[in-house]
């Protein structure tokens, strides 16, 4: 197991979490899990299915903020 998958979904960044994910759907397609660490792998990428959706509406309130923050155009 690597270093990025030992730490917590909510300390990864939204691209360490997204190839974490690719990384588990790798292994299951290839079917390399064995039914032991199914359960786990499943768990694992709920957390950070769950931490990627926080990360975009996290970052759609951020760009709400700085669009409404603009002045807005004016119109000839």
Not at 14 to 43: F, G, H, P, T
């Amino acid at each position: 197991m690597s270093e990025k998958k030992k730490k917590a979904a909510a300390e990864l960044t939204y691209e360490e979490a997204i190839a974490d994910l690719d990384a588990i759907l790798e292994e299951l397609e290839a079917e390399e899990s064995d039914l032991d660490s199914l359960a786990e792998r499943v768990k694992r990428a709920s957390e950070l299915v769950k931490h990627c959706r926080e990360k975009i509406q996290a970052a759609e309130v951020e760009v709400s903020k700085v669009l409404e923050e603009l002045p807005a155009s004016e119109e000839d």
